[in-house]
Structure formats: structure tokens, C-alpha cells
């Protein structure tokens, strides 16, 4: 799973210095609500489009309260303080993950391993960071 992005928003070259590989067949995309101070998480998976293509796909989701701009879809179970769904919507393409100087940073959870904040892999520019799924760097 390589993250990065240039000013186009295109997915970048494998030889460019911000592409970071991390060899991830499942993570938890983790971070709190910047105005309602509410964590969210994503349980994303990489497998393989009708075209033989790697995609990431959204698996389940979870988010520990409600408030402006974050209601759960009405499919949603609350179970231990969480109300967790599967999404109907699947990432098109990479992830724009938005990430500020002023909020805290997305956490990245490998499969089986602690939450560590983004940073730990590609450290912010203050702007957007792409995460997409891939076979190798530069294959998208």
C-alpha cells in the first residue's frame, strides 16, 4: 500500500522521494472528529477487482457517537459504544486523507499490530495524502 501525492492529485512515480511502500493485505484507518472530538475507524482490505486489479476495499466501519455531519447510515448496530456498519459506498480509487497541522493525524492500523499515527510512515506536508492499493510500488 504506497501513500504520496504531487499537486495533481495523480499517483506518483515510484522513484518520486514520497511514495512509501507498506506491505498490507489489511489495516484500520483510525482518527477523531476534528469539532466533535469522536474517534472513527475503517477496516479496509486489498483484493482484487474483476480485472485482476488491486483495490482497497471498505469492510466495516465504526464511529463512538453521533453529532454534526456524523450520523451513522440507519443500518448501523450499537455494540460496546460503537455503531458499527458495512459501508455501501467503496473507495474509487485512491484515499485522500486530509491531514492538517491543526487536528491530529490519521492512525494506520496493520492487521494484527498497534495503531500508530501516519506520521510513523509519510510524514505530513499539511495537505493531502493518497493511500491506494497496489502490487508493487509504481503499479497501482
Not at 38 to 53: K, N
Amino acid at each position: 500500500m504506497p501513500s504520496g501525492a504531487d499537486a495533481s492529485g495523480a499517483l506518483p512515480a515510484a522513484r518520486d522521494a514520497r511514495v512509501r511502500f507498506e506491505p498490507l493485505a489489511r489495516f484500520t484507518l483510525a482518527w477523531t472528529h476534528s469539532i466533535e472530538k469522536t474517534r472513527w475507524e475503517e477496516d479496509y482490505r486489498v483484493q482484487r477487482d474483476a480485472a485482476g486489479q488491486p483495490r482497497l476495499r471498505l469492510t466495516r466501519a465504526r464511529i463512538q457517537g453521533t453529532g454534526a455531519g456524523m450520523e451513522p447510515p440507519p443500518d448501523a448496530v450499537r455494540r460496546g459504544g460503537w455503531y458499527e456498519y458495512v459501508p455501501a459506498n467503496q473507495p474509487q480509487g485512491a484515499l485522500r486523507l486530509t491531514r492538517s497541522p491543526y487536528t491530529a493525524d490519521f492512525e494506520l492500523c496493520p492487521a494484527g499490530r498497534p495503531c500508530r499515527p501516519m506520521g510513523t510512515w509519510l510524514p505530513s506536508d499539511g495537505d493531502i495524502t493518497l493511500l491506494w492499493a497496489c502490487d508493487r510500488v509504481g503499479n497501482p
